[in-house]
């Protein structure tokens, strides 16, 4: 590897280390960046300072927000007695995206994971805990983790924990994606599809 | 499309100018960074403002260099009797990278495309001429621009300009990849592998 610049060295280092960007691929952005007009780069320099140092956790609900608490806990039209738990904040826009909850949220920001080293502590879960003590009106608490080992596993986790309450625990329905086909849909979810069939 | 919070939505914003960067790409960094410990963050939006506002083109190559003359053109070790005629900063790093070359660079920072309105004014070429003309040692051009039309076009192009100053101009050879089986070579590269086959 031939050096470069030492300042060109360091962006390239310091590119490499965001998610699904290979030395390769830090190259060509740091260039781009060189190479652009001297506005551009300057912006997204800004832009990530100041998003970082102005952005902090909702108080209430873990979302990443510049307001505390966030845009979505300070809104009094949605639905306060169901409370949505979600592995990370890029969730939250998804489930927003579908329009179809209307009630609050909880990012964890991760899961349980004995492997990495992540147990409930490490994650949201005591502030949930304590949001649950502090709000009983909440009725209902959706599980919205990924359907991942650690996904699945955390959310027996919190069921378990939670249970005493008297809380109305669900989770995601598992099954067909919308527009997906049969024939190449894996076989656990064909397996959870069947399980959970309905009737019409 | 939810709004995130103004501040995130900038850097999404942001990120998403970057080649290869898509809005979902753009999310998934912009989350990354602010979930990341704030000195990760900042560290980034550090190296990017001080690798652009550090860095120049090198006044005789025009390569990118926190240095004037680039430490390429300042090594006296270098062959200064030929140029190797490049299309970006990024290409010198891969020619430096084969040891195959010893001589100076000349980085075009770009190529002649009348569809993108870029003529050979918009690019290093006037400096290539200018430079031609203050340092008579030189007496090899070779041209190592892509193997697309346009770099091809541009190597004719610099090939006809120079023609009359009695410089040997060369061209990278085209013909079959190292490593590779002739069975997945495409038909083009084949053909010139067969035209410019040499005698063993």
């Given at each position: ?71 979505i ?100 329905a598992?099954?067909?994606?919308a527009g ?21």
């Amino acid at each position: 590897m031939v050096a470069f610049s030492p300042l060109l060295d360091k962006l390239i280092a310091e590119l490499s280390k965001l998610p699904g960007v290979g030395k390769k691929t830090a190259q060509r952005l740091a260039f781009h960046l060189l190479e652009r007009p001297e506005e551009e780069a300057l912006e997204l320099a800004t832009a990530i300072r100041e998003a970082r140092l102005g952005t902090s956790f909702c108080s209430e609900c873990c979302n990443l927000s510049d307001t505390d608490p966030c845009p979505i806990c300070s809104d009094f039209k949605r639905d306060r007695k169901s409370i949505c738990v979600l592995e990370s904040a890029r969730d939250l826009n998804a489930i927003e995206r579908s329009s179809a909850y209307h009630g609050l949220y909880h990012v964890l920001h991760g899961v349980i994971s004995p492997l990495k080293n992540i147990g409930p502590e490490e994650i949201k879960l005591p502030e949930l805990i304590q949001r649950l003590q502090e709000q009983p009106e909440v009725e209902e608490l959706i599980l919205a983790l990924n359907p991942s080992p650690e996904g699945e596993a955390t959310g027996l986790y919190i069921a378990r924990l939670l249970a005493p309450a008297g809380l109305k625990i669900t989770r995601l329905a598992s099954g067909l994606p919308a527009g997906g086909e049969l024939d190449f849909v894996d076989e656990l979810t064909l397996s959870q599809a069947i399980e959970g069939r309905r009737e019409i």
